[in-house]
């Protein structure tokens, strides 16, 4: 095992040049997280962000499922999180620093996913299902997803998969949202879609995305203003890129 691959409880930290791969290995409970699993998932998190030369982070689950969420067996070593600053599941009360993708094979349910909604993209094989299903056993969604499903589906879709705990397919979820694309190997096509972002020049990346979750919310003034201090603070980059531009880089959309 090389220095830049370890396995500790259940989550593997694999670099790829400017890719980080962090893969749920709990494959007999398929990949529900227990106490250790969740702090394992933390310091993945952190280890990504302090390394400046990791630029985006997918997050995936091995074997046949992305993550059934809570390990319902091992359900009193994540009570303690329920009200802690991290949420019960690792990282999902967190906002991630740098760009991140789910890559999603097999079961994405209940806290799972709450965890891929957590990331910014998703990349979904045919095999996917995503759906609340801890609505049949009382357990809320606290781990971001009430928050963060309506903002990606719409209220009324939300509402829909949260209110009756229903099963969607990969199809479906890709007709309304939920996933960003559909690929018969997910890893392989996020790992490429996470290299495409890492190309970019990244303060731009950075700063346009904080932008988004910044201005999530606020009346239009108010986002247009954190729009633009956002911007003006990466103008030097763009300044840059558009000299690339007229030297004849990027024509006709190469590049892309």
Not at 71 to 94: K, V
């Amino acid at each position: 095992m090389s220095s830049d691959e370890a396995q500790v409880d259940e989550v593997r930290y694999d670099a790829r040049g400017p890719v980080v791969v962090v893969t749920i290995d709990r494959q007999h409970r398929r990949n529900a997280i227990d106490g250790p699993t969740a702090e394992r998932l933390v310091e993945a998190l952190e280890r990504f962000e302090a390394d400046d030369e990791r630029r985006v982070l997918v997050l995936t689950g091995a074997g046949e499922a992305f993550c059934a969420g809570a390990d319902l067996t091992a359900i009193a070593t994540l009570a303690p999180r329920a009200t802690g600053p991290d949420g019960p599941l690792g990282f999902t009360r967190r906002v991630a620093a740098k760009p991140t993708i789910a890559a999603v094979d097999g079961w994405a349910v209940a806290g799972g996913l709450e965890l891929a909604l957590w990331c910014d993209l998703r990349v979904a094989s045919p095999r996917a299902t995503f759906g609340c299903f801890e609505r049949r056993w009382g357990v809320p969604l606290i781990d971001g997803g009430t928050w963060r499903l309506p903002r990606i589906v719409g209220l009324g879709r939300a509402l829909d998969l949260i209110l009756t705990g229903r099963a969607v397919d990969a199809t479906e979820a890709l007709a309304i949202g939920l996933v960003t694309s559909v690929a018969d190997d997910p890893l392989a096509a996020a790992v490429e879609l996470a290299e495409r972002i890492a190309s970019y020049p990244q303060s731009t990346v950075i700063s346009d995305r904080a932008s988004v979750y910044a201005g999530w919310g606020h009346e239009v003034g108010e986002a247009l203003r954190i729009e633009m201090e956002h911007g003006v603070a990466v103008l030097e980059t763009g300044r840059r890129g558009a000299e690339r531009f007229v030297a004849g880089e990027g024509r006709g959309g190469s590049g892309l």
